[in-house]
């Protein structure tokens, strides 16, 4: 992986912002990774730590990219979320605390339950062999 710099909010994009910083959430089935099916390590989208690898990523169909497990469990944290009336767990990056989405016990039960649900405008793809798509 190569050095990243974290980005400075007032860098970020709003949509992202909106979402890392202010714990919001894209639109279903909006954000550009809902879909993909490219090899490679998802990173944060605003300081580069690696969250998830494209190997535990799979269709849901709830609109938002779904994984299995993250790439690191020491890249993440999970935080309780009793916001808007549910209890859920808020999953969030432990390099620069961008909020990335929640983790839920309804994912594949080969795959250990869990579905990792997270913001597409959260994630940057480093795809295999090098090449990335916006950093």
Known sequence: MS???MKADSELPEELYQVAREKGTEAPFSGKYVDNKEKGMYVC???GNQLFSSDTKFDSGTGWPSFT?????TNIALKEDNEMGMRRTE????NCGAHLGHVFE???A??????YCINSVCLELEKE???????
């Open 3 to 5: 050095e990243k710099r």
């Open 45 to 47: 989208a605003v300081c």
């Open 69 to 73: 497990e993250p790439a690191n469990l």
């Open 91 to 94: 999953v969030v990056c432990k």
């Open 106 to 108: 309804d994912g594949p």
């Open 110 to 115: 080969e795959a250990g339950g869990k579905r």
């Open 129 to 135: 062999g090098g090449g990335s798509d916006g950093r």
